[in-house]
């Protein structure tokens, strides 16, 4: 058996964002995914920086308004959708005005971090897999690229496990070189408890919970890593490797889709 449902959830993507590795491969992987045969559904976050008209993006109503509690205060989930000019691809876009649409991407207009950057990777994270729900649509494969998604995989297997979209769903995460520098701080781990998500799981990890950190926590609620560039964090990618889990090393900028095709039959067991 094939897998033939992948959700993509990226950090960036052009055109939306400017060019970078995870906004290029947020960009060409699905399309080779979908020229593959897949069925595909693409989600990344409203960034302040993106030019709502320009990119044609528009807010489905039926999706939207849905309140998401972060530490016991309440966020107003807003989606929105946008179709990338010449492909087949509709993006949907998380949106909230006080973490993405009013701010950056990860850091500030002054180079600096943003101190909440973990709880917004919570919000994204909680956005994305209600608005599938929502859907009704059933990954076999959800492919995380970026930091920004690095909450899925541990949702996923706990929070989300018995909801029937994602019962059966293995998860993918790709490292790449992009990093950050500031500790996520004690609301993100306050934030990250939901359901049979909770903060306990955090104390497997180092106190300083950092880039690295967060890493090794979207790896262990993985069923894969791939080398997505060709300077990841070597922490990260020993710390795959020595979990006996499927990697896929760094396969250069050509044929990604056969490349990449290969991996989820590997993950999904279809070898």
């Not at 943003?114 to 994305?128: I, L, P, Q, T, W």
């Not at 262990?220 to 560039?229: L, P, R």
């Amino acid at each position: 058996m094939k897998a033939k449902k992948i959700l993509f959830i990226n950090q960036e993507m052009m055109p939306y964002v400017p060019e970078s590795e995870l906004s290029t491969l947020g960009r060409q992987l699905p399309q080779a995914i979908q020229e593959k045969g897949y069925e595909i559904r693409t989600f990344m976050p409203k960034w302040g920086t993106i030019n709502e008209r320009r990119g044609q993006l528009h807010e489905v109503i039926r999706l939207s308004r849905m309140m998401l509690i972060i530490d016991e205060t309440d966020h107003p989930l807003i989606i929105k959708v946008a179709s990338i000019p010449q492909t087949r691809i509709q993006v949907y876009f998380i949106d909230n005005d006080d973490y993405f649409s009013r701010r950056q991407m990860g850091i500030d207009e002054n180079g600096e971090e943003y101190s909440d950057n973990g709880e917004r990777a919570v919000f994204f994270a909680r956005g994305v897999l209600e608005t599938v729900k929502k859907l009704r649509w059933v990954p076999d494969i959800i492919h995380c690229q970026g930091w920004m998604s690095a909450i899925i995989p541990l949702y996923v297997k706990t929070a989300y496990q018995n909801e029937p979209s994602f019962a059966n769903t293995k998860v993918v995460t790709s490292l790449f070189s992009k990093e950050l520098k500031r500790e996520l701080g004690e609301n993100f781990k306050n934030g990250i408890e939901f359901k049979d998500a909770k903060k306990s799981v955090l104390d497997n990890y180092g106190q300083k919970f950092d880039f690295v950190e967060l890493g090794k926590l979207a790896i262990d609620y993985s069923d894969g890593v791939v080398e997505a560039c060709q300077e990841v964090n070597a922490d990260l990618l020993n710390y795959a490797i020595n979990k006996k889990m499927p990697v896929m090393r760094y396969p250069g900028a050509d044929n990604i889709g056969d490349a990449y095709d290969l991996f989820y039959d590997q993950v999904f067991g279809d070898e």
